[in-house]
């Protein structure tokens, strides 16, 4: 069975930068694409990042681009998300997900695998 188990999330203030990490277990992670979505409070589900089993590419939203990085560590089956310059609008539940079909995509109905999420809190 697969299992995405997502940690880092904690209450920030403006400014301030937070790494979050997503470990996989069970599945050849290395050949998935990896992705990380958010969902605050009354809104829907939206992409932040996703990168490829081979690193050689990224793609951002719009919001988060310039500020967050996505990396992975394929020996240590982990990925991660540096967030920088955090907003109060950056405010969510942040779910870590993977997609075994090749190619980056932004939907969520693309990916097969979900963790539970982490909280990250930013006051203002």
């Known amino acids: 069975q697969v299992q995405l188990v997502e940690s880092g999330g904690r209450l920030v203030q403006v400014g301030d930068s937070l790494r979050l990490s997503c470990v996989a277990s069970?599945?050849?992670?290395?050949?998935?694409?990896m992705a990380w979505f958010r969902q605050g409070a009354g809104k829907e589900r939206e992409f932040v990042a996703a990168?490829?089993?081979?690193?050689?590419?990224?793609y951002y939203a719009d919001s988060v681009r310039g500020r967050f990085t996505i990396s992975r560590n394929n020996a240590g089956r982990t990925v991660y998300l540096q967030m920088n310059r955090l907003k109060p609008e950056d405010t969510a539940l942040y779910y870590c997900a993977a997609r075994r079909s090749w190619g980056i995509t932004s939907e969520s109905e693309g990916f097969d695998y979900w963790g539970q999420g982490t909280r990250v809190t930013v006051s203002s």
């Open positions: 990168v490829s089993g081979s690193s050689l590419s990224d």
């Open positions: 069970g599945g050849p992670f290395s050949s998935w694409v």
